[in-house]
C-alpha cells in the first residue's frame, strides 16, 4: 500500500515543479517584453545598435540619389536635352538629310525615330520598330529620305541587313485610315551578311559623283576584314572590298559618294574609289590611294563635307589631315596637310585616342570622344573650343551632327547627337568659334 501510493505522490510533486518552472519562464519573457516595449534603446541590446545603422544606409541612399539629380540638373552649357525611353544601350544614330528626323538602334531591339521639330522641346513624338526576334540592332542609317531606313541586326548565325520603308497614304477618301499613317514595312533583307561577323559601322552616302545617279549607297563594314557596299533602294549588293588588315575598326564614306575609307589593325588607312557607269549606277570598286604617316593604328577618321580631305585620329597622340583630290591615277600620292597633338590627356599627363570623329556640316568644327568624355575642337587650329568630361554616365557608342541647323527655340542652331551604353541619346548645341 505505501508503494502504491508513493507512486501518484511522486507524480504530483514532479507535476507542481514543472508548472512551477513554466510559469516562472512565461512571467520573465513578458517582464523582458514590457522592458523592450517601454525601453526600445537600451545599451545592453546589440540589436538597437544596428537599427540606427540600417536606417542611416536607407537615409543615406535617396540622399546621394538626390544630390545625383543635383548635379544633373547642372547641366554643361552646350547641352540642350535629353531623348530618353531607350530600354539598353543606344548602338548607333542617324539624321534624316534634313535634320528633320534623328533614328536610334537601341540593343532592347527597337529602332526609334524621332521627330525633331524643336530640339529644345520637353518632349518628342517618335516612332517604334520593332526587329524581328533573335537578333539585336548594332547600326543603323537612313536610305534615300527620312521614309527609308537600313539597319544591321547581329544574332546567333550572323549578321542582318534589313531596309524598312513607309507605304505612301492611298489617294482616296477613307479620311479614317489616313489619319494615321501605316507602319514602315520590310521591303529587302540579307543574312549572313558578313557571314557570322557583326556590323561594326553603317554609313549611307548620296552618289552625286560623276555619273552617280543620286541613289543612296550604304556600306556595312564588318568586324573582321570585309566591307560590302549596298543599293539602298532595292538591296542589291554593288561592291565589295577586303582590307587585309587583320581586323577593321571602322569604314565610312565620303558625303559625295566616291570614297570608301577604313580604319583597321595598321598605322595606314586604304582609299577605294566608287566608279559609275554611264547609266549612274556603280560600275566596281577599286582601291586607288593608302594614307602613310601615322606611327601607331589609326582609331578613327571622318571626311570633310567636300569629300577632298580626310581627318584622321591615332593611337601615336595625333591627329592629321589629308589632302586627298590629288592625281591617284598619275601616282601622285595624297599630302598630309596638318598635323596636330590629340589634346586630351589623363590625371598622369599621357595623351588618350579618341574614339569617335564627325566633323560638323560647315567643316569648321570636329567632335571627338573618349569613352564618356565629349570633346569639340577647331578645324583650324586643332585647338579645344569646349570639352564636357562626363557627357554621358557610360561609354559614348556612336556621334552624328545634323546635316543642317535645326530649331531650337527662337533660333536655328547645329546641333551634335551622341549615343551611349547609359541609354540614353543627348543633343548638344555646336560652341562659338572664337
Given at each position: 500500500?505505501?508503494?502504491?501510493?508513493?507512486?501518484?505522490?511522486?507524480?504530483?510533486?514532479?507535476?507542481?515543479?514543472?508548472?512551477?518552472?513554466?510559469?516562472?519562464?512565461?512571467?520573465?519573457?513578458?517582464?523582458?517584453?514590457?522592458?523592450?516595449?517601454?525601453?526600445?534603446?537600451?545599451?545592453?541590446?546589440?540589436?538597437?545598435?544596428?537599427?540606427?545603422?540600417?536606417?542611416?544606409?536607407?537615409?543615406?541612399?535617396?540622399?546621394?540619389?538626390?544630390?545625383?539629380?543635383?548635379?544633373n540638373?547642372?547641366?554643361?552649357?552646350?547641352?540642350?536635352?535629353?531623348?530618353?525611353?531607350?530600354?539598353?544601350?543606344?548602338?548607333?544614330?542617324?539624321?534624316?538629310?534634313?535634320?528633320?528626323n534623328?533614328?536610334?538602334?537601341?540593343?532592347?531591339?527597337?529602332?526609334?525615330?524621332?521627330?525633331?521639330?524643336?530640339?529644345?522641346?520637353?518632349?518628342?513624338?517618335?516612332?517604334?520598330?520593332?526587329?524581328?526576334?533573335?537578333?539585336?540592332?548594332?547600326?543603323?542609317?537612313?536610305?534615300?529620305?527620312?521614309?527609308?531606313?537600313?539597319?544591321?541586326?547581329?544574332?546567333?548565325?550572323?549578321?542582318?541587313?534589313?531596309?524598312?520603308?513607309?507605304?505612301?497614304?492611298?489617294?482616296?477618301?477613307?479620311?479614317?485610315?489616313?489619319?494615321?499613317?501605316?507602319?514602315?514595312?520590310?521591303k529587302?533583307?540579307?543574312?549572313?551578311?558578313?557571314?557570322?561577323?557583326?556590323?561594326?559601322?553603317?554609313?549611307?552616302?548620296?552618289a552625286?559623283?560623276?555619273?552617280?545617279?543620286?541613289?543612296?549607297?550604304?556600306?556595312?563594314?564588318?568586324?573582321?576584314?570585309?566591307?560590302?557596299?549596298?543599293?539602298?533602294?532595292?538591296?542589291?549588293?554593288?561592291?565589295?572590298?577586303?582590307?587585309?588588315?587583320?581586323?577593321?575598326?571602322?569604314?565610312?564614306?565620303?558625303?559625295?559618294?566616291?570614297?570608301?575609307?577604313?580604319?583597321?589593325?595598321?598605322?595606314?588607312?586604304?582609299?577605294?574609289?566608287?566608279?559609275?557607269?554611264?547609266?549612274?549606277?556603280?560600275?566596281?570598286?577599286?582601291?586607288?590611294?593608302?594614307?602613310?604617316g601615322?606611327?601607331?593604328?589609326?582609331?578613327?577618321?571622318?571626311?570633310?563635307?567636300?569629300s577632298?580631305?580626310?581627318?584622321?585620329?591615332?593611337?601615336?597622340?595625333s591627329?592629321?589631315?589629308?589632302?586627298?583630290?590629288?592625281?591617284?591615277?598619275?601616282d601622285?600620292?595624297?599630302?598630309?596637310?596638318?598635323?596636330?597633338?590629340?589634346?586630351?590627356?589623363?590625371?598622369?599627363?599621357?595623351?588618350?585616342?579618341?574614339?569617335?570623329?564627325?566633323?560638323?556640316?560647315?567643316?569648321?568644327?570636329?567632335?571627338?570622344?573618349?569613352?564618356?568624355?565629349?570633346q569639340?575642337?577647331?578645324?583650324?587650329?586643332?585647338?579645344?573650343?569646349?570639352?564636357?568630361?562626363?557627357?554621358?554616365?557610360?561609354?559614348?557608342?556612336?556621334?552624328?551632327?545634323?546635316?543642317?541647323?535645326i530649331?531650337?527655340?527662337?533660333?536655328?542652331?547645329?546641333?551634335?547627337?551622341?549615343?551611349?551604353?547609359?541609354?540614353?541619346?543627348?543633343?548638344?548645341?555646336?560652341?562659338?568659334?572664337?
Amino acid at each position: 500500500m505505501d508503494s502504491a501510493l508513493l507512486i501518484p505522490v511522486v507524480s504530483v510533486i514532479l507535476g507542481a515543479l514543472i508548472v512551477i518552472i513554466f510559469f516562472g519562464s512565461y512571467f520573465r519573457k513578458r517582464r523582458s517584453e514590457v522592458q523592450t516595449i517601454s525601453h526600445p534603446e537600451l545599451p545592453s541590446d546589440p540589436k538597437k545598435h544596428q537599427k540606427p545603422s540600417q536606417t542611416k544606409k536607407s537615409h543615406s541612399k535617396p540622399h546621394s540619389h538626390s544630390s545625383d539629380k543635383d548635379q544633373n540638373k547642372k547641366h554643361h552649357p552646350l547641352d540642350l536635352n535629353t531623348l530618353k525611353g531607350h530600354g539598353d544601350s543606344v548602338t548607333g544614330l542617324c539624321f534624316s538629310s534634313d535634320g528633320s528626323n534623328l533614328v536610334t538602334a537601341c540593343a532592347d531591339g527597337v529602332i526609334r525615330v524621332f521627330k525633331l521639330d524643336d530640339a529644345s522641346s520637353k518632349s518628342f513624338k517618335f516612332l517604334r520598330i520593332n526587329l524581328p526576334a533573335g537578333g539585336h540592332p548594332t547600326a543603323v542609317a537612313f536610305g534615300d529620305d527620312a521614309t527609308s531606313i537600313i539597319v544591321s541586326s547581329q544574332g546567333l548565325s550572323g549578321s542582318s541587313l534589313y531596309m524598312y520603308e513607309e507605304e505612301k497614304p492611298k489617294a482616296s477618301g477613307e479620311t479614317k485610315q489616313q489619319a494615321k499613317l501605316p507602319l514602315p514595312e520590310i521591303k529587302w533583307e540579307h543574312h549572313k551578311v558578313h557571314d557570322k561577323k557583326s556590323v561594326i559601322t553603317l554609313v549611307s552616302a548620296t552618289a552625286s559623283y560623276g555619273n552617280a545617279d543620286g541613289s543612296t549607297i550604304v556600306a556595312s563594314c564588318s568586324e573582321g576584314t570585309d566591307i560590302r557596299l549596298w543599293h539602298a533602294k532595292t538591296g542589291k549588293l554593288v561592291g565589295d572590298v577586303d582590307t587585309n588588315q587583320l581586323k577593321n575598326t571602322m569604314a565610312t564614306l565620303s558625303p559625295n559618294g566616291r570614297f570608301i575609307a577604313a580604319a583597321a589593325f595598321t598605322a595606314d588607312v586604304k582609299v577605294w574609289e566608287v566608279v559609275y557607269s554611264k547609266d549612274g549606277s556603280v560600275k566596281e570598286v577599286l582601291r586607288v590611294m593608302q594614307l602613310k604617316g601615322h606611327k601607331s593604328a589609326v582609331t578613327w577618321l571622318c571626311f570633310t563635307p567636300n569629300s577632298e580631305q580626310i581627318i584622321t585620329a591615332s593611337k601615336d597622340g595625333s591627329m592629321r589631315i589629308w589632302n586627298i583630290n590629288v592625281r591617284y591615277h598619275l601616282d601622285e600620292d595624297p599630302k598630309t596637310l596638318k598635323v596636330f597633338p590629340i589634346p586630351l590627356h589623363d590625371s598622369n599627363g599621357a595623351t588618350l585616342h579618341y574614339d569617335r570623329l564627325n566633323i560638323s556640316p560647315d567643316g569648321k568644327i570636329l567632335a571627338a570622344t573618349h569613352g564618356s568624355t565629349l570633346q569639340w575642337l577647331c578645324v583650324e587650329t586643332g585647338k579645344i573650343l569646349d570639352t564636357a568630361e562626363k557627357a554621358h554616365d557610360g561609354d559614348i557608342t556612336w556621334i552624328s551632327w545634323a546635316p543642317k541647323p535645326i530649331p531650337s527655340g527662337d533660333k536655328k542652331v547645329l546641333v551634335l547627337a551622341t549615343a551611349s551604353v547609359d541609354k540614353k541619346v543627348k543633343l548638344w548645341a555646336a560652341p562659338t568659334l572664337s
